[in-house]
């Protein structure tokens, strides 16, 4: 029979184990850690998510010579793109660097602009070129409406998810207008 009394051996084992409990709960019970940003579906997105960061300032991409809108695009049915910032010098651009545009989505909570997709724009003035092709996929289009005649676009929602894919034309969980779940009942 051992020397030591069973009380403190208990006692012992008690707090050993509450112990380890204690340091193993936050891992468990912690949040699930978000995917990194830089999980995209084409490794060219990283290229533009690394050219482009800089325009959650909006001031920055004012700056850099996108002309601010105050037009929001948005479908009843299929959702929004947001406001279109157009950087005429990259009309044209097939660069993973340069989009043509920056899109953004008001928070109606605060008033703020927030960037949430990219979209590069080629003209086809005479309809003869050949469909433009980035991150291995065509541009959508062609399309033809003012200001910019018949085009070729490709949107990246690189920076609000959109559930029907990132390469979707509009987001259906963007919107012009607020929605209910912006203003919550009291």
């Known amino acids: 029979m051992s020397a030591r009394p069973r009380p403190l051996i208990a006692a012992l084992v008690l707090t050993v184990t509450a112990s380890l409990a204690m340091g193993a709960a936050p891992a468990v019970s912690a949040a699930p850690v978000a995917k990194p940003v830089t999980d995209f579906p084409h490794p060219d997105l990283k290229k533009t998510y690394d050219a482009t960061v800089?325009?959650?300032?909006?001031?920055?991409?004012?700056?850099?010579?996108?002309?601010?809108?105050?037009?929001?695009?948005?479908?009843?049915?299929?959702?929004?793109?947001?406001?279109?910032?157009?950087?005429?010098?990259?009309?044209?651009?097939?660069?993973?660097?340069?989009?043509?545009?920056?899109?953004?989505?008001?928070?109606?909570?605060?008033?703020?602009?927030?960037?949430?997709?990219?979209?590069?724009?080629?003209?086809?003035?005479?309809?003869?070129?050949?469909?433009?092709?980035?991150?291995?996929?065509?541009?959508?289009?062609?399309?033809?409406?003012?200001?910019?005649g018949p085009h070729y676009s490709l949107h990246a929602w690189i920076y609000k998810k959109n559930p029907k894919g990132v390469f979707t034309p509009y987001n259906p969980r963007v919107h012009c207008t607020p929605c209910p779940e912006d203003h919550p009942k009291a």
């Open 54 to 148: 800089k325009y959650r300032s909006e001031q920055r991409a004012i700056d850099d010579g996108f002309l601010r809108t105050d037009e929001c695009v948005e479908d009843p049915e299929l959702g929004g793109m947001g406001y279109h910032y157009v950087n005429p010098a990259n009309i044209g651009s097939t660069d993973p660097r340069r989009p043509a545009a920056v899109l953004y989505e008001e928070d109606h909570k605060t008033g703020k602009r927030e960037l949430v997709a990219l979209e590069w724009v080629v003209p086809d003035p005479n309809g003869n070129l050949p469909r433009p092709r980035l991150f291995d996929r065509g541009f959508d289009g062609p399309f033809d409406f003012a200001p910019v």
